[in-house]
């Protein structure tokens, strides 16, 4: 069965930092773009940061701009999301996401074209 499987969300104060991992059950990891994306209560799902199979590339929503970095490491077949000077509009479940293949990275942050695979989510709650 494949599966995405995040971890590392909590409840953080803000200004404070956590990082996400995205680790994939029953596929490697290596072969797709793997996006972050989040939903709070009573609003869509957005996309947060994406990066691209293997040559770096990545696209940031400009709300996470500047405070927010996406990596990978293939060799450990994970992808992380460092999240820094979090504030309470941060706010939300957190999912990764897998797409094969994609024109450009933006395009699957967007959900132009969108992730076939999905994790379960984890809580990220910034909260003093």
């Known amino acids: 069965q494949l599966q995405l499987v995040e971890s590392g969300g909590g409840l953080v104060q803000p200004g404070g930092s956590l990082r996400l991992s995205c680790a994939a059950s029953g596929f490697t990891l290596d072969y797709y773009v793997i996006g972050w994306f989040r939903q709070a209560p009573g609003k869509e799902r957005e996309g947060v940061s994406c990066i691209s199979r293997s040559d770096g590339r990545t696209y940031y929503a400009d709300s996470v701009n500047g405070r927010f970095t996406i990596s990978r490491d293939n060799a450990n077949h994970t992808v992380y999301l460092q999240m820094n000077s979090l504030k309470p509009e941060d706010t939300a479940v957190y999912y990764c996401?897998?797409?094969?293949?994609?024109?450009?990275?933006?395009?699957?942050?967007?959900?132009?074209?969108?992730?076939?695979?999905w994790g379960q989510g984890t809580q990220v709650t910034v909260s003093s």
């Open positions: 996401a897998a797409l094969r293949w994609v024109p450009t990275i933006q395009a699957m942050c967007v959900m132009t074209f969108r992730p076939t695979y």
